[in-house]
């Protein structure tokens, strides 16, 4: 968690709380780490860190902008920034898509445990 934290203090980001939520409490048996903050900015932010050796695909965005309605539903508001930090390859066809459904795709993104 603190190097998230640390990773968007670097994009001029802090927030007042986060918290990590599990994907099977929301119905989900995907392998994606789940995170809800509230920025000092009063926007809340839904944080989906996607790491896998595999491409990901229109199939995959799709996917996990349902898993955002679901989490939008489980935490009882919608979320004005949707971020997704990636380190897997990704399909051109599927950051575009995600763009067109105001997220912020972040490539490249590794996180040292």
């Known amino acids: 968690m603190r190097d998230l934290t640390q990773y968007f203090n670097n994009k001029?980001?802090?927030?007042?709380?986060?918290?990590?939520?599990?994907?099977?409490?929301?119905?989900?048996?995907?392998?994606?780490?789940?995170?809800?903050?509230t920025g000092i900015d009063k926007n809340y932010y839904a944080i989906f860190i996607y790491d896998s050796k595999s491409r990901f695909i229109r199939k995959n965005a799709e996917e996990l902008i349902e898993l955002c309605c679901k989490l939008a539903d489980f935490q009882g508001h919608n979320f004005k920034k949707k971020i997704l930090l990636i380190s897997s390859p990704l399909c051109s066809k599927a950051k575009e898509f995600l763009k067109q459904n105001e997220w912020k795709v972040d490539e490249k993104y590794f996180l040292i445990f």
Request: hydrophobic share 35%; charged share 40%; aromatic share 8%.
């Open 12 to 37: 001029d980001i802090i927030f007042k709380a986060i918290e990590k939520i599990e994907p099977k409490t929301i119905g989900s048996r995907k392998k994606v780490e789940i995170y809800c903050g």
